[in-house]
């Protein structure tokens, strides 16, 4: 998949399919259906993967250290990282200098940054030196904090008219294509219309061009808060606990390992001798 890939798809009207990964076995799952278009490192690590309580504490290089790992187990999908919190507002020399990091070490062929019509001059640079730029609209989970929460964006009219002159901002900027998270499946729908580059969705309804979900929601392998846009597709939590559950029952009672099946075998002269 590459960006003229995507654009086949979106000119097609072809619902873009993209998931996240954070290391080797997630990017290979990811990769495993051909339907998977875009796999996006994102930094939901930071909870998912590092058991941080919200984004704000991961670091670059622990982006950079999991996009490695992502990019040697994905094949065809194009690939996305997160520019963590505090990695890109302080210049856009300094977001040019990690983007391209994320590039060089970490092997992803995209970054995705969020912010609205403020970024626009980051955006616009990363994509004069080739970095291809996703933009993230709606709600932005690094301000949870000022935010006061995880709150649906754009349910006023005030701030629903922001979010589309941000997204023709961002577009104008170059980025290829602007993530939508929570926001009302009108709005949704309404900047898809606007905008000449596809849009992909997170709680914004199925107007938009493609879809996201965290890998681990759509699989249910994670006990975390399930928020209103999640479906399940799997319960993967279920199937892994009780597995661990059962080895260490097998491993108390004894019953594993088998000693034929399970184990190996001295020839019985060489143990002899042995003795
Ligand atoms: O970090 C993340 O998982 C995201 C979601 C919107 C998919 O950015
Ligand atoms: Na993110």
């Not at 072809?14 to 076995?25: C, E, F, K």
């Not at 995209?110 to 640079?125: F, H, M, Q, T, W």
């Not at 493609?210 to 975390?224: K, P």
């Amino acid at each position: 998949v590459t960006l003229n890939t995507l654009n086949t798809l979106y000119k097609n009207k072809t619902p873009i399919s993209m998931v996240t990964a954070y290391d080797y076995p997630t990017a290979l799952a990811a990769s495993s259906s051909i339907l998977t278009d875009l796999i996006l490192v994102g930094d939901s690590l930071a909870q998912v993967c590092l058991g941080y309580p919200s984004t704000n504490e991961l670091t670059l290089d622990e982006v950079i250290h999991h996009a490695r790992a992502v990019a040697r187990g994905t094949t065809h999908p194009f690939t996305i990282a997160d520019m963590p919190f505090g990695s890109y507002h302080i210049s856009v020399e300094q977001a040019v200098t990690n983007a391209i990091r994320l590039v060089k070490e970490g092997r992803v062929e995209s970054v995705k940054l969020e912010g609205g019509a403020e970024v626009a001059p980051i955006v616009r640079k990363l994509v004069e030196v080739g970095i291809p730029v996703m933009s993230h609209i709606g709600l932005q989970p690094q301000k949870h904090i000022s935010l006061s929460g995880y709150k649906v964006q754009g349910k006023t009219v005030e701030s629903a008219r922001k979010l589309i002159e941000d997204a023709l901002t961002l577009q104008d900027a170059g980025a290829y294509s602007t993530l939508v998270e929570a926001v009302p499946k009108e709005l949704g729908a309404y900047v898809t219309e606007k905008l000449r580059i596809p849009t992909i969705g997170i709680g914004a309804g199925p107007g938009t061009s493609g879809q996201v979900l965290v890998i681990d929601d759509l699989l249910g392998s994670w006990s975390g808060h399930k928020a209103k846009f999640v479906r399940r597709f799997a319960n993967l939590k279920e199937v892994r606990d009780s597995g661990i559950h059962s080895y260490a029952e097998a491993v108390r009672d004894g019953s594993f390992p088998n000693p034929e099946s399970e184990s190996y075998t001295m020839d019985s002269e060489e143990w002899e001798r042995f003795l």
